[in-house]
Each structure stands twice: as structure tokens, then as C-alpha cells.
């Protein structure tokens, strides 16, 4: 989606803030949003606290300001509302590298097993899922599955093998990652802890497990920043996208805050799916009431399934 044209003498800020009383629409952000973004949320969150966010809310217009799935989260649980996105283009590597087809096929090879699938997939995978959970919650959902079942989980790897790590559960592992967590370099990373020796390692749980295993906190989003904020450590180097750097500067602003770097010398440390939503899309959504999310209510309901179960089992 190519950047629309706005008026240049336009207050942006102000702007969305009149569109949002005018529609009763929630600006629900996910923390690696543009730090302008985030600063006009009204909830800012990772994917189990928006997807909370979307389920109590009781807006007319839900503006979603992350990706394409968690888009697609909150219409599912929200069929009588309208739900936008600012850049329908906003994807993920890790839905975008599980197709139904595959998906589906992968499941028959397996009869009987159980399905667990990361919220970072599409209604699709999520509708042929037994549960669903977020990187807040997954070590709990897989603990809830009997031990004499079969798990499959997909679609990121990396999360899977943290999680047969933790519960010491076995787990045939979808083999997808996300292309910021994967980039982080090993190499560089040591040597950033040696300019930086007090500075404590966090990490979230889809980064690979080299670097899992140099991690002084491996955590969800959330999870990271509220260790950040608590901790005594003063000093932190952060292995998971750059937008967080943002929520933890403001919640914690004596402290310093350093993103990991990528292998290249790219900006690799930030979704590009993330930061396709920007303050001009938003503005013209919320105007328009449009890109907006719709589905088959046949898939919608079967896709609302697995995620009720999760989000119950989360409570």
C-alpha cells in the first residue's frame, strides 16, 4: 500500500484524536509500532494483552495498529464490529510461511496429535487449530495438554524448542521463524556485551537458541518490560524488535536501553510489516473506516474456538 496523500498542514495527532471520539473507535498498539503510534494508543500491548484488549472492549470501531493476524484476531472476536488496519500489506513472516495447504497436510501425517498454533498465524491455520497462544502464554497452554498426547506446534521453531526446553514436553516443530528474531548476530552480540559488561542480556523467546542460551532473561514482550522496569540492573541490551526500547525509555527513563544488533548493517531489528503503519495510514483509515477486516463467519467462528479456549485458559 503506497503512502496516501494527506494534507501537509494537517495536525495528525490532533486529527485521530477527534476521529476516535467521533467513531467511539479504541487504538489498540502493539509495542514495536513507531514510537508516534504508540504514543497515541489507548492500549499498548503485546499479542495476548491486545487480543484481551479487543475481547472486553465495547467500541464501536476497533483501529488496529500492529499486523495483519492480530487485525484478524480482533474481528474474530469481534464479528458486530468494524475493525481496521491502517496497511493491509502489515503481514508476518511466520503466517505468511504457513499455508493452510501445507498446514493441513502436516496435521495428517500426525492423527490424533494435539495442535497448538502461535497467534502469529493466519485464521486459517488458527480455525484447524486445537489451541492457540501467545508468547506470554505458551508455556501454560502446553502444560495443559495430557501427557499422553501428541503435541504439533507451529509455527515458529525457535518458541517450540524454548518450550520443550521449559516443560520438558516433546513437540513436533512447524519449521518457521520471524525474520527480525532470526537476524540477531551472535557474533556482534558478544562483542556488544563486551563494550557493555553490566549490561544484562534480554531476549525474546523466538530469537534462536544460541542466543537464547547467552540470555540473562528470556521473556514475552511484555514480560521483558517488566523485567526492565524492575530489575536493579541499570544497563540492558535487547534482543527483540526496537519498538520496545520506547515503552522501556519512558517507563524507565534513568535507566539505558540497547537493541541487539542484526547480522547485516541493515535496520533488521524492525519488523517491516510493523512499520508499514504510519501516522499518515492512520489517519486515513480512521477518516475512511477503511482497510477493513472481514471473513467467512464459517471460518470466524471456527477460528473463535481455539482462541476462547486460550484466552480462558490465560485468565
Not at 488496529?64 to 493491509?88: R, S
Not at 488458527?126 to 504439533?152: F, G, H, M, W, Y
Not at 559488561?197 to 514482550?221: K, Q, R, V, Y
Not at 510489516?273 to 467462528?301: G, H, I
Request: glycine share 4%.
Amino acid at each position: 500500500m503506497e503512502q496516501p496523500y494527506v494534507d501537509p498542514s494537517l495536525d495528525l495527532e490532533a486529527e485521530i484524536k477527534r476521529l476516535k471520539r467521533e467513531r467511539n473507535a479504541i487504538l489498540l498498539a502493539h509495542y514495536y509500532q513507531d514510537s508516534e503510534v504508540q504514543d497515541l494508543a489507548d492500549v499498548i500491548g503485546d499479542s495476548l494483552q491486545l487480543a484481551q484488549a479487543a475481547k472486553r472492549t465495547n467500541a464501536d470501531v476497533i483501529v488496529f495498529c500492529g499486523v495483519h493476524f492480530m487485525a484478524e484476531t480482533a474481528k474474530i472476536l469481534n464479528p458486530g464490529k468494524i475493525v481496521v488496519l491502517p496497511d493491509l500489506d502489515a503481514g508476518c513472516s511466520l503466517a505468511d510461511g504457513c499455508p493452510i495447504d501445507r498446514f493441513r497436510a502436516w496435521q495428517a501425517r500426525h492423527p490424533g496429535a494435539v495442535t497448538i498454533s502461535y497467534i502469529n498465524c493466519s485464521a486459517e491455520v488458527k480455525a484447524a487449530s486445537d489451541l492457540i497462544c501467545t508468547s506470554s502464554n505458551a508455556e501454560k497452554i502446553v502444560r495443559s495438554v495430557p501427557a499422553d498426547k501428541q503435541i504439533l506446534f507451529a509455527p515458529d521453531r525457535n518458541l517450540g524448542r524454548y518450550l520443550i526446553q521449559k516443560t520438558g514436553r516433546a513437540m513436533v516443530l512447524w519449521q518457521g521463524v520471524c525474520v527480525v528474531h532470526e537476524t540477531f548476530s551472535e557474533k556482534k552480540l558478544l562483542a556488544l556485551r563486551e563494550r557493555h559488561p553490566n549490561a544484562a542480556l534480554l531476549a525474546h523467546p523466538e530469537c534462536e537458541p544460541g542466543l537464547l542460551a547467552t540470555a540473562d532473561f528470556i521473556g514475552s514482550t511484555s514480560a521483558l518490560l517488566r523485567h526492565a522496569v524492575e530489575s536493579p540492573k541499570q544497563e540492558f541490551i535487547v534482543a527483540t524488535e526496537s519498538g520496545i526500547l520506547h515503552q522501556m525509555q519512558k517507563q524507565a527513563p534513568h535507566k539505558t536501553f540497547i537493541a541487539a544488533p542484526p547480522e547485516s548493517s541493515c535496520a533488521c531489528n524492525e519488523c517491516p510489516y510493523m512499520r508499514l503503519n504510519t501516522l499518515e495510514k492512520l489517519y486515513v483509515c480512521m477518516r475512511d473506516l477503511s482497510p477493513r477486516l472481514e471473513m467467512p463467519e464459517a471460518l470466524r467462528r471456527a477460528a473463535e474456538l481455539p482462541i476462547e479456549r486460550m484466552l480462558a485458559l490465560s485468565n
